[in-house]
């Protein structure tokens, strides 16, 4: 396919130049297959003999739970991939979250988080505490990346979609952590998707840089003092790169480069790739993925800057309910009425969004800002009854007392069709659809029937 798409000439000029002697290796490399991955959902695991893993080729070395995918894998049209056990992600995909390496209880910002693989990659490393917050300017894909993260069962994320600025005007030094993973050229994507060869040209990089830059002197400004950043892409030129690393850092004296390294093998004697100055060029002759590229920068504790807005207070975050509205009491006694037929453990429900109930943490000022998805949506009202979201479903522990009703493959392929399943004897109300003890999302049970309420969007044909 690639020989319908050759390599742009002034891009491989450039790479000449820019690898010299590795630049054979490089594009000799650009002729190979390129390299599947997927992601384990921690919140959702599965056992070790389960049959999905015969499509797992190898761990991928600097993310658990990461793994080589076959190229044949039809893992993608599986009911579980809907069930949220896992995400395809190409595997250089994952190193920048590896890098940012968020732990419970921070409060993380993915800049710009759309489909939303490092976005859930990073709840992942939450285990469900702190806050990500996951911004996407563009809506379109601001709805994408909802679904993905509903659909990986994340309780304790805020979906947004604004520009950068907007938000850096809300969020003073408001986050830990900052993952800025920016639109870019795509060089690093001209062997996985050919075609896009043909929309590059030389003036592309510089474009790009001057909105990279843009989007990382906003996101600085939403840093806490002593947090980190870290800035990704999938491209390869040093236009992009280092130069917009080495020009933010001249531009914010409270920044310094952070060292790091990747590990290459899952071999624990295996050599690493060193990144002593805080930024690394990964190429796919040199390790089993796609281009990219990766920089980690950090906020001094105390201001060096001569700036004010640096200095500010931190914004302040508030309970849920004072950023959106207080639950109603009738919704609020409906869901207490519902959590007592279905038994469980359940979260509580402590502000409203919209017509839906939902369980979230502390949230920063969402005034003026479209949100598409804040915390947990447990359900809305229809009537006087209690409705659950399907999001409850995908968001509650696979270790729950739930009622539940346990299909196999082909009647978890019906369920997400939208048909009606054969109800087990002693279930009845609402219960759990599950497959492999995972979550497809809610059914209600009577007559000896389990009536469908999969979302209809996402009925498959």
Known sequence: MSDCYPLPQAFVRRMQEQLGPDAAAYFAAMEEPWHRG??????KPLPEDHPLHGDLLEPVPWHKGGWYLSNDSALGAHPLHEAGAYYIQEPSAMTAVSVLNPQPGERVLDLCAAPGGKSTQIAGLLAGEGLLVCNEPVPSRAKILSRNIERMGVSNALVVSADPDQLCARWRNCFDAILVDAPCSGEGMFRRHPETRLEWD???PAGCAARQTRILNAAVQMLKPGGRLVYSTCTLNLVENEQVVEGLLAEHPELSAVAFSLPISADANAAVMEAPEGMLHLYP???KGEGHFVAQVRKAAEDVSDDDSI???????LPAAQQLAKPDKPMLAAYT??????????PDGNAQFGDMLISAPDLPPLKGLKVLRAG???GSMKGKVFMPDHALAMGLPVDGAYPAVAVNETQAAAYQRGETLPAPEGISGYCLVTLDGLALGFGKASDGQVKNHYPKGLRRG
């Open 38 to 43: 997927l992601r384990l959902n921690p919140a």
């Open 202 to 204: 030389e003036q592309s």
């Open 285 to 287: 002759h040199q390790f």
């Open 311 to 317: 200095a500010a207070d931190a914004t302040d975050f």
């Open 337 to 346: 009425a519902f959590c007592k037929a279905f038994g469980g453990d359940l």
């Open 376 to 378: 947990l949506q447990l």
